[in-house]
């Protein structure tokens, strides 16, 4: 969507600080021992309390309140009573909403306790990546250009991009135009990033997979060639400037 008037800000602005709220207490929520489906429950019932809907299951009938993801599993994870949190798990928590009419977004990776399996530089280097390709967004920057940042960063520090999901225009709907904001240089992508736009970017940094793959149930999705992925994202406002992060409050650059 675009910002046009005073009141789409505030929309905006409310439904934002709800999921960045929600994806804050499920991160310091989250023990070893809890079910994931525990852990969306818990969410669920934050939003609720603040008026909010599950995006994934008002837009698309997502069985969950919050995609949580554990370890081989890239995104998209159902909650499960079957699935049990571990020491030292790679987890990823997804919280997109509704509030009033205004959707967004955002999401972040985390080892649950001691780093015992060595994934923290991987949640590291999502996270100084997707920090790095916000500040670089404006008004007339080639969404291109970004792609090509982020899959240049994974790159330096040794990992690959997912190039098959990508972050997106959000707002009146969970999926708005620009549709696709890759984390690589799309050399068909003409699409330039609009002043007062809001879109939600997100890094998907891999070990070894390029491409990720759904699964049976047809929601989650796994690495084309295994390993494992962090992801992180913020729902903004894009400037002149320095873009609007709407979603800071979720905390995952703290």
Known sequence: MSITKEEELIGIKKASEAVAYTLKEMRNYAQPGMTTKELDDFGGKLL???????????SYGFPGWTCISVNNEFCHGIPSDITI????DLINIDVSAELNGFYSDNGGSFVLGSDKYQYQNLVEASKDILYKAIYNIKGGVRISDIG?????EAKKRGYKVIKNLTGHGVGRKLHEAPDEIPNFRDKYNTERFRKNSVVAIETFISTTSTYAETLGDG???IGNKGGFMAQHEHTIIVTDGKPVILTEMNGIWN
């Not at 609720?48 to 008002?58: C, D, F, N, R, T």
């Not at 949190?85 to 030292?88: A, F, I, T, Y």
């Not at 090509?148 to 240049?152: F, K, Q």
């Open 219 to 221: 929601w989650t999705m």
């Open 48 to 58: 609720l309390e603040m008026g909010a809907k599950s995006a994934p299951y008002v």
């Open 148 to 152: 090509h940042l982020i899959e240049t």
């Open 85 to 88: 949190l571990q020491e030292g």
